[in-house]
């Protein structure tokens, strides 16, 4: 049986600290919400053109969700989409300092900003912007928009690649929802759709095809 390698954003430090392609407790450091700043290339999927305006999130989770506004029902007008701060939460363009983050200061300051950031594109949160998800829609192409993102981090987090590189077995992201959640999981079942984006990316660092 394969070893199994849980991980998400509150995954505890412990008091024999584990360490991953030379990177100590590095289980929180998988998670989207460990903040590295990241300008996604421009991508196009289902008729929409994602990151043309070359901005910097703090984040893939940032980067994600600010996406995740341009597959609603409203038709904005191409100013409207540019408008940034007029029309989206300006949470999703936040700064956060990534140089010399602990595993304490990530704790207790910068993961409560995080899931500030995931609750930005909640339902309850667009319909107070005047917006609603097109469910559908955004179903068929969340998956390809985080793997862009998630090429996107690991192109510029040399620890992140690292801990991928050195990983073996299922990579599981453990959370709340359990047998119920899609991007995680837990022992009993889960979809683990992150876990597996990452085992994907895993293999394409751990085997470059040479141009």
């Given at each position: 049986?394969?070893?199994?390698?849980?991980?998400?954003?509150?995954?505890?430090?412990?008091?024999?600290?584990?360490?991953m392609g030379?990177?100590?407790?590095?289980?929180?450091?998988?998670?989207?919400?460990?903040p590295i700043?990241?300008?996604?290339?421009?991508?196009?999927?289902?008729?929409?053109?994602?990151?043309?305006?070359?901005?910097?999130?703090?984040?893939?989770?940032?980067?994600?969700?600010?996406?995740?506004?341009?597959?609603?029902?409203?038709?904005?007008?191409?100013?409207?989409?540019?408008?940034?701060?007029?029309?989206?939460?300006?949470?999703?363009?936040?700064?956060?300092?990534?140089?010399?983050?602990?595993?304490?200061?990530?704790?207790?300051?910068?993961?409560?900003?995080?899931?500030?950031?995931?609750?930005?594109?909640?339902?309850?949160?667009?319909?107070?912007?005047?917006?609603?998800?097109?469910?559908?829609?955004?179903?068929s192409v969340?998956?390809?928009?985080?793997?862009?993102?998630?090429?996107?981090?690991?192109?510029?987090?040399?620890?992140?690649?690292?801990?991928?590189?050195?990983?073996?077995?299922?990579?599981?992201?453990?959370?709340?929802?359990?047998?119920?959640?899609?991007?995680?999981?837990?022992?009993?079942?889960?979809?683990?759709?992150?876990?597996?984006?990452?085992?994907?990316?895993?293999?394409?660092?751990?085997?470059?095809?040479?141009?």
């Open positions: 049986m394969s070893t199994i390698h849980k991980f998400f954003s509150k995954s505890a430090i412990g008091t024999k600290p584990e360490t030379g990177i100590t407790n590095w289980r929180k450091r998988l998670s989207n919400f460990w700043q990241i300008c996604p290339n421009i991508f196009n999927i289902d008729g929409v053109q994602l990151f043309s305006e070359h901005h910097t999130f703090a984040s893939v989770e940032h980067a994600f969700h600010w996406a995740k506004y341009h597959f609603t029902t409203c038709q904005l007008s191409t100013e409207e989409l540019l408008d940034m701060f007029s029309h989206y939460p300006s949470i999703l363009l936040e700064d956060i300092p990534t140089t010399g983050l602990d595993d304490t200061t990530f704790k207790t300051q910068i993961r409560p900003r995080m899931v500030k950031c995931k609750s930005s594109s909640s339902k309850g949160t667009m319909k107070k912007l005047g917006y609603e998800l097109d469910v559908g829609r955004w179903n969340r998956e390809q928009i985080m793997m862009h993102l998630l090429r996107t981090r690991a192109n510029v987090d040399q620890d992140f690649r690292s801990i991928l590189i050195a990983s073996d077995g299922e990579l599981l992201h453990s959370d709340r929802a359990g047998v119920k959640s899609f991007w995680g999981g837990s022992d009993k079942g889960g979809q683990n759709t992150l876990g597996k984006l990452l085992m994907q990316l895993r293999e394409e660092l751990q085997n470059p095809i040479e141009l």
